[in-house]
């Protein structure tokens, strides 16, 4: 049987593992079309708070050192996927098998359909 503090940090390092395993997405391929600033500035808002109530509960004895540990182990992959937002923007995502539009000649993605730029829709050809 586990226990309530090995499960905690499991926790800990599932949530940190997640943030991180995006850090490397970013930094692999600079795709960050389907991010949102937002939502990282949130999480990063919202895991500071925790931090701050963490290390007051912790200097007034009323929790465990390791709750701050989770918040900072959190806090600083969400605060790189945040300036990887910032930073690749305006990068796309390039893969040589991606089709190209007829129509305007961008990259679209293997299953779309019709084309998010200039509204072809590819499969009309095929129409009868
Ligand atoms: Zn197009």
Redesign the pocket.
Known sequence: MLSIQTIAWMAIGLLALSHWMQVYKIWKHHEVRDLSAGTYAFLLIGYLILAFKATSDYLFGASEWFWIARQCASIIPVTIVLFQIIKYKRERWHDDSDPF??????E?EPDWKY??????WAEEEELP
Do not use: E, G, R, V
């Open positions: 539009c007829k129509n305007c000649k961008n679209l084309c998010p730029f200039c509204s072809y």
